[in-house]
């Protein structure tokens, strides 16, 4: 087991869940003098892994074809803590995302526990501040821990947060988890994030097929003038949609292969998406399409190939003001792995 003392901007983000935005007119938020009843006080406790099994999985992951629906437990209502109940430990079950020792990324479901809790269990006995007059709330999204709260005899119960007059978890409870000395318990892999090979082509693992996603929702526009080849290098990244994604609203492909595009075909390809040639009427979603951005990540169009289907392509300029084209087999060639 390992030890951390969690710090003020690591555990706002980690734990709170704390999503920046600009100001926001004043309302109470959602529920504010609505205080719960007590919680249910519930036997002994096991583990996250039984309590909370997909507690933080904010980042959904790619499912297994005929995999079965994960476990959702059995998740008691948030309450406040009766004074017959004595907390002496808090746990916080959660997830994070990890590099993988052989390349890429995972997500893993961590336990974490403390079990200094007097400055915690003392916040949480604060009752909601009521909002009084004119009040200014910011547009921050605040999304609390999964938290429980043990006695000495390993019964549990999940605590409500006290709230202040935006809705929010009051700043006395934001400074006593931050407080809080947590020990890792548990962490176990729940899926792969980012695959090596991903990583090594630098390509996201997922992306979406927006030639199928424009043709059925905006209007893009016919191609334009023909233009001389972009001179930044582009980076090639292709990705396969199942079958379960085609024709759906915004298919997503996983990836397949990718990298660098070789000068001498990078100059070909663009060559081919300077036609002025209109796109077919066709509505066959694609199987695997093509995404080829600027090496370094900035600065030129994004450009989207279909590589079957209806062999279409899409061009984004950074202004906006997307254009669609016809492609054919050559280009789909040029496009394929090697």
């Known amino acids: 087991m390992s030890r951390m003392r969690s710090g003020g901007t690591v555990l706002a983000v980690a734990l709170l869940g704390v999503a920046l935005g600009g100001c926001a007119g004043g309302n109470a938020g959602p529920g504010v003098g609505h205080d719960p009843g007590p919680a249910p006080i519930v036997g002994k406790w096991i583990s996250c892994a039984e309590a909370a099994p997909r507690a933080g999985g904010s980042i959904v992951l790619p499912a297994p074809s005929g995999a079965a ?3 959702t437990g ?88 006290p709230r202040d007059a935006c809705g929010k978890p009051r700043a006395e409870v934001r400074a006593a988890l931050d407080g809080l000395r947590l020990t890792t318990v548990d962490t176990r892999p729940v899926g792969q994030v980012e695959s090596p090979a991903a990583a090594a082509a630098g390509c996201a693992q997922r992306w979406a097929d927006m030639v199928w996603v424009e043709t059925t929702t905006g209007r893009p526009g016919p191609p334009g003038p023909a233009a001389a080849p972009a001179a930044e290098p ?19 492909g996983d990836f397949a292969y990718g990298g660098p595009l070789p000068p001498e075909r990078q100059t070909a390809v663009l060559r ?18 093509a995404v080829l951005r600027p090496l370094d ?42």
């Open 74 to 161: 059995d998740d008691p209502a948030i309450g406040r803590t009766d004074p017959a109940f004595t907390p002496v430990a808090a746990v916080l079950c959660g997830r994070e995302i990890r590099p993988r020792a052989g390349g890429g990324t995972e997500q893993v479901a961590t336990e974490r526990r403390a079990d200094e809790i007097a400055a915690l269990v003392a916040a949480l006995r604060l009752p909601d501040r009521r909002p009084e007059g004119e009040i200014v709330c910011t547009a921050d999204m605040i999304v609390p821990p999964w938290l429980a709260l043990l006695d000495e005899r390993g019964r549990w119960l999940r605590p409500y947060l």
């Open 69 to 71: 629906p994960a476990p």
């Open 297 to 338: 990540g900035a600065g030129g169009p994004d450009r989207y190939v279909e590589l079957d289907g209806c062999r279409r392509f899409l061009v984004v300029p950074p202004g906006g003001g997307s254009q669609l084209g016809q492609g054919d087999a050559t280009l789909a060639e040029l496009l394929r792995r090697g």
């Open 272 to 289: 081919a998406l300077a036609t002025t040639r209109a796109a077919a009427a066709c509505a066959t979603p694609a199987s695997r399409f």
């Open 234 to 252: 582009l980076r090639l990244c292709v990705y396969d949609v199942p079958a379960s994604e085609r024709g759906g609203g915004k298919p997503a």
